[in-house]
Nanobody
């Protein structure tokens, strides 16, 4: 079973940047499409970004488009989410999730089979 581990969250001031990482062990991550999701207190989990199995397709939520970049490093078996110009409304627990062999990625949580435990991102002055 694919196991995902997120890292890179923390406390950052508005306008700052963070790079979140999603790493896998035992299984080759490049066989999986990976999505990033977030959930703020009292809100539903929402899609942030996703990248297809090959890395040729990526998508972003309107709320982060232009401020975020998703990428994958197959040699390190890791997917990254670079987030810039962070805003207080970006505060949430961020999760990565995987689904096997998807040529096009989607940002619907129910389409993903494997989930990490999440990493907290707090944007505050």
């Amino acid at each position: 079973q694919l196991q995902l581990v997120e890292s890179g969250g923390g406390l950052v001031q508005p306008g700052g940047s963070l790079r979140l990482s999603c790493a896998a062990s035992e299984f080759t991550l490049d066989n999986y499409a990976i999505g990033w999701f977030r959930q703020a207190p009292g809100k539903e989990r929402e899609g942030v970004s996703c990248i297809s199995t090959s890395g040729g397709s990526a998508a972003y939520a309107d709320s982060v488009k232009g401020r975020s970049t998703i990428s994958r490093d197959n040699a390190k078996n890791t997917v990254y989410l670079q987030m810039n110009s962070l805003k207080p409304e970006d505060t949430a627990v961020y999760y990565c999730a995987g689904v096997y062999n998807q040529p096009m990625c989607v940002m619907t949580p129910t389409d993903y089979d494997y989930w990490g435990q999440g990493t907290q991102v707090t944007v505050s002055s």
